[in-house]
Every structure is written in structure tokens, then in C-alpha cells.
């Protein structure tokens, strides 16, 4: 079991920057690859990026590369993400999530197992 708690969400104006984290419980967190979701209202949730378990392989959503930047730390057993230049539409609940598979990046939403409760970005414009 593997429960997740994001932090780091607020307001910010255009062209700002924020740094989430996820904090993992568990003694199993370096096994697993981590992702960020986020979902505006009206919206479905949408993949924003991906790490391995190992932090070798990243994969980024079109919309956020160059701009956004994920790691983590197994050690502290949390998963980071960076976000510079943010815009009005990265407006969003962000979600980190966790799943068991392997050393790869997974994109897809349902495959993940363990999900944070979210944690709210506003950017004004």
C-alpha cells in the first residue's frame, strides 16, 4: 500500500513558477514509477508527466516540455514538480500517482494504482 500527499499548489501570477511535491508512505516507493495528472473544471484529468522508478526515464505531456520538470528523491521518498513559466491554462488540480510498473514511464491514467488527493494551481493572468 502506498499512500500519497501532494503539496506545494497556490496562487501565482503568468510567467511565475511552483515546485510540487508528493510525499509517499510506504518502504516500497523507489520501486515505483510516479506520474502527474491534472484536471481543470470541465475537464478530464490529462497526463502532464512521467518518471521511472529509477528516475532514468521521463516522458512529458507536448504542452508543459521546457517548461516543466519532474524528479525524485528515493531516499526522501517523494517526486517533485517543477513548474516554470506557467500560464492561465495550467489552471488545474494536480495529482501525483503511483504505479507498479517497473522501470518505465506509463502515460495512462487507469493504469496507475495509488492516487494523491490533489492539490490546487491557479495562475492569473
Known amino acids: 500500500q502506498v499512500q500519497l500527499v501532494e503539496s506545494g499548489g497556490g496562487l501565482v501570477q503568468a510567467g511565475g513558477s511552483l515546485r510540487l511535491s508528493c510525499a509517499a508512505s510506504?518502504?516500497?516507493?523507489?520501486?515505483?514509477?510516479m506520474g502527474w495528472f491534472r484536471q481543470a473544471p470541465g475537464k478530464e484529468r490529462e497526463f502532464v508527466t512521467a518518471?521511472?522508478?529509477?528516475?532514468?526515464?521521463?516522458y512529458y505531456a507536448d504542452f508543459v516540455k521546457g517548461r516543466f520538470t519532474i524528479s525524485r528523491d528515493n531516499a526522501k521518498n517523494t517526486v517533485y514538480l517543477q513548474m516554470n513559466s506557467l500560464k492561465p491554462e495550467d489552471t488545474a488540480v494536480y495529482y501525483c500517482?503511483?504505479?507498479?510498473?517497473?522501470?518505465?514511464?506509463?502515460?495512462?491514467?487507469?493504469?496507475?494504482?495509488?492516487w494523491g488527493q490533489g492539490t490546487q494551481v491557479t495562475v492569473s493572468s
Open positions: 510506504g518502504r516500497t516507493f523507489s520501486r515505483y514509477a
Open positions: 518518471i521511472s522508478w529509477s528516475g532514468s526515464s521521463t
Open positions: 500517482a503511483a504505479g507498479n510498473f517497473g522501470d518505465v514511464v506509463v502515460r495512462t491514467a487507469h493504469l496507475y494504482h495509488y
